[in-house]
């Protein structure tokens, strides 16, 4: 049994669960760090201890955030006060690896919302304005405008904001230097949450050409994403070990939709899928009869299943993907499915379409969730994960079917169905995070409104949404987790 240790990028599910999810489709064992010294939502996790657990536990393969073994998690590396020096130290324990090591790290955000939940206190206040001060200094940086009033940002939160990015940009471009040398085999930059005008996307482009010109002894990818990014990698591993290269061919039921730019990303979406695929282990081809990735296309409108849903399903593109997905399988081909239409949801006109026929509970992976970049990479992974265990006889299909029910259950059932009704049932504003206090009766609303909507659907037949598995893991109703079972 191949053995995998993660250091995931925080302890959401996304980031600490679906990769052992995953993992288990190919019948691999997946390690993490002790619970007690993992992050806790703004409580930064014990970077120290998780560098002297990670330099103490071997492994085959070893996936890690370079944020948690550097700061603690994702959060702490925004928020947190740690010279560089300090989280060099930690990263540090790489150099000491068996295995091959494959790294995450991402350029930080700058959010457009007056929100401080994940970012520094001043954010609270001026979140917008920050995120317009970015934006006009790349744009005077790319293409010559005016600088941006300085006077638009309070002196302390503007100071604060670029003087955390440039230790972090640095940082980064240690994190190449790993690559350089062959420390880490692999290393992936995400590009968090940003946008086409803003300084992290001016921060990615740098780092890009550096990588390009220190022709590395590992393979340097970037591409829109962070928190798939540890599932990406851990298919990577499973490839690697089954010693395959999986041929993947991308195909859209819209081609043009693949020259899209999605909600949060600064590229084509096509652009970022082909990374993926590399990230996850695979080439990208065309034509052949092998896997295909079939892509449902960012819509137009703006709209997003977290705090600005539709006002009505355009069913017209829905059925054209769940055409393509039905006739690419019905020819004998390997399909996963990554739904990029909408950000924070999967499209319930294309899940119904898929669920009718028992199309969905066909795919080799499908994803639909946050950001185009998360979907992908989810959906890729779960494809290679599902060709590795096939190519080394470990397959293991309950764990495969755990996972596409676990999927559905938490894109569609609950983010484009559930959330928006329970959040107007107690009140919420979709525009900001919530607070859901220990103990209220809201992870029983929502594993109501799921299990009808699962009951509704059947997506995977034999299985259910588990009782009294609904948690809130930061006591915010954004994300859920949840349990999928098998019926009795």
Excluded at 94 to 110: E, F, I, Y
């Amino acid at each position: 049994m191949m053995r995998i240790v993660l250091v995931p990028l925080d302890d959401r599910p996304a980031c600490a669960r679906l990769p052992q999810l995953v993992a288990a489709v190919a019948g691999a064992r997946m390690s993490l760090p002790p619970r007690p010294v993992l992050p806790d939502y703004r409580q930064p996790g014990d970077a120290a201890s998780i560098a002297r657990w990670l330099a103490n536990t071997p492994a085959d393969a070893t996936v890690v955030s370079l944020e948690t073994l550097g700061f603690g998690g994702l959060i702490a590396s925004r928020i947190g006060r740690e010279h560089a020096r300090d989280v060099l130290g930690r990263w540090s324990v790489l150099s000491g690896r068996t295995g091959r090591t494959h790294a995450a790290t991402v350029v930080q955000r700058t959010p457009d919302a007056d929100d401080a939940a994940e970012e520094p206190a001043y954010w609270a206040e001026h979140g917008r304005a920050l995120h317009a001060y970015s934006a006009q200094l790349h744009r005077a940086l790319r293409d010559g405008t005016p600088q941006p009033d300085r006077d638009a940002v309070p002196a302390e939160a503007r100071r604060d904001f670029l003087r955390r990015r440039h230790r972090n940009h640095l940082l980064n471009q240690h994190a190449l230097a790993m690559a350089a040398d062959g420390t880490v085999a692999t290393l992936v930059i995400g590009a968090d949450d940003t946008a086409a005008d803003a300084v992290g996307s001016a921060e990615w482009h740098w780092l890009q050409t550096w990588a390009r010109w220190l022709e590395p002894d590992g393979q340097v990818l970037s591409h829109p994403g962070a928190d798939e990014i540890g599932t990406a990698l851990t298919a990577r591993a499973l490839a690697q070990h089954a010693r395959i290269t999986p041929q993947i061919e991308v195909t859209c039921a819209d081609p043009a939709g693949l020259a899209r730019t999605a909600a949060y990303e600064p590229v084509p979406v096509g652009q970022g899928v082909a990374s993926q695929i590399t990230a996850a282990g695979g080439v990208v081809t065309t034509g052949g009869t092998g896997p295909v990735l079939v892509v449902h296309a960012p819509q137009p409108g703006g709209h997003d299943w977290a705090v600005a849903p539709p006002p009505a399903a355009d069913r017209s593109a829905a059925e054209a993907t769940a055409a393509l997905v039905g006739r690419l399988i019905t020819a004998g081909r390997t399909v996963a499915l990554a739904d990029c239409a909408h950000p924070n949801g999967a499209d319930p006109a294309l899940l119904e379409l898929l669920c009718a026929d028992g199309t969905l509970s066909r795919l080799a992976g499908f994803a639909g969730w946050n950001t185009a970049g998360n979907s992908i990479g989810t959906a890729v992974a779960h494809l290679v994960a599902v060709l590795a265990g096939k190519a080394t006889g470990t397959f293991d299909s309950t764990a495969h079917q755990r996972l596409l029910a676990h999927r559905v259950a938490e894109d569609h059932c609950y983010m484009s169905h559930a959330r928006a009704r329970v959040r107007a049932q107690i009140g919420a504003d979709p525009t900001r995070h919530d607070h859901i206090p220990a103990g209220t009766d809201v992870p029983a609303r929502i594993e109501h409104a799921v299990t009808e909507r699962w009951q509704q659907l059947d997506p995977v037949p034999g299985w259910r949404v588990r009782t009294g598995s609904v948690t809130l893991p930061w006591q915010r109703t954004f994300e859920i987790d949840l349990d999928v079972e098998k019926d009795r």
